[in-house]
């Protein structure tokens, strides 16, 4: 197995016109010599995160918008970037919250992912249960409601079928889920 130690330079770019995104081109060099540079996409420490919400009667709050990477409509679990310092579950929440109305009677952390090879994002999951609707809680941003977002409620075997057929983007946040989905399918709460 090589070993690869990063070595400079490291060369940031801004791309996108209207929604900027950060391109970041990372060297590295192993112990034969050989140099090798990947480009990745996400600011380096960049966060974000996403919730499985469940309802009091066990129905899982998704979003359905169109997703621009399979270039198609997608399930998706609430969520999205964090701000600098802001605590992660609280940013989850937010996320949650702002997206689809709900706010959550009881949370566990699921756990952390790389958002993808080439990505520098880390993604935040947990795991709420008990959300209820919030009146006027639901606060779009402008890209969200000029793309037509809208919040569904399906099961909780419609999500991990979800999962298996790439119908969403956020699919490690069932796997990591997956035991207590299937307890509270079969069982009810396991809480």
Same mark, same amino acid.
């Given at each position: ?12 770019? !801004?791309? +996108? &016109?209207?929604?900027?995104?950060? #391109? ?5 060099? !192993? ?11 996400? #600011? ?5 995160? #996403? ?11 998704? !979003? ?9 409509? !997608?399930?998706?679990?609430? +969520? ?15 996320? &949650? ?13 699921? +756990? ?32 969200? %409601? ?14 991990? %079928?979800? #999962? ?23 069982? +009810?709460?396991?809480?």
């Amino acid at each position: 197995m090589k070993r690869f130690t990063r070595i400079e330079p490291t060369i940031q770019l !801004t791309v +996108g &016109l209207q929604y900027k995104k950060t #391109a970041v081109i990372k060297h590295f060099q !192993t112990e034969d010599g050989l140099l090798h540079e990947f480009t990745t996409i996400g #600011a380096e420490g960049e966060r974000a995160g #996403a919730v499985i919400a469940l309802t009091p009667s066990n129905e899982v709050i998704i !979003t359905y918008q169109f997703r621009a990477g399979p270039e198609r409509w !997608t399930f998706d679990l609430p +969520g999205g970037g964090f701000d600098e310092g802001e605590d992660t579950q609280e940013a989850a929440l937010r996320e &949650l919250r702002e997206e689809t109305g709900y706010v959550p009677g009881h949370v566990e952390y699921l +756990g952390e992912s790389a958002g993808g090879a080439y990505t520098n994002t880390v993604w935040h999951y947990y795991f709420a249960t008990d959300c209820k609707l919030v009146r006027d809680a639901r606060e779009l941003d402008k890209e969200e %409601a000029e793309q037509g977002a809208e919040v569904r409620l399906i099961s909780i075997s419609k999500l991990i %079928a979800n #999962a298996k057929r790439s119908e969403m983007t956020d699919p490690r946040a069932v796997l990591m889920a997956y035991d207590k989905l299937k307890e509270i399918e079969t069982h +009810g709460k396991s809480y």
